[in-house]
């Protein structure tokens, strides 16, 4: 199992930028494909942007070109550049493994006001 700690969420204006933090402990982050996902009141969590080990990227479809996701093996970091905020991006933002592994960290709060 990996320990995760996410960072960086707030409160935002729609149209303005937040960047997400992951710092990942305890495994061979590296190689290891990441993931942040998302949860919004009543709705399931879903996996909103993905990196490998390799560096390749792949977004759901409602964030493409205004999230970037990407990864500093160095620091066992991975970070979520989240531009172009909208009402509906209001969430709690995970990272973890992709895919997850069980244990979850404790998200961080992500509030965009229109």
């Known amino acids: 199992q990996v320990q995760l700690v996410e960072s960086g969420g707030g409160l935002v204006q729609a149209g303005g930028s937040l960047r997400l933090s992951c710092a990942a402990f305890?495994?061979?982050?590296?190689?290891?494909?990441m993931g942040w996902y998302r949860q919004a009141p009543g709705k399931q969590r879903e996996l909103v942007a993905a990196i490998t080990s390799g560096g390749s990227t792949s977004y759901v479809d409602s964030v493409k070109g205004r999230f970037t996701i990407s990864r500093d093996n160095a620091k066992n970091t991975v970070y979520l550049q989240m531009n172009s905020l909208k009402p509906e991006d209001t969430a709690v933002y995970y990272c973890?493994?992709?895919?997850?592994?069980?244990?979850w960290g404790q998200g961080t709060q992500v509030t965009v006001s229109s």
């Open positions: 973890n493994r992709a895919p997850p592994q069980r244990a």
């Open positions: 305890g495994s061979i982050f590296s190689i290891m494909a």
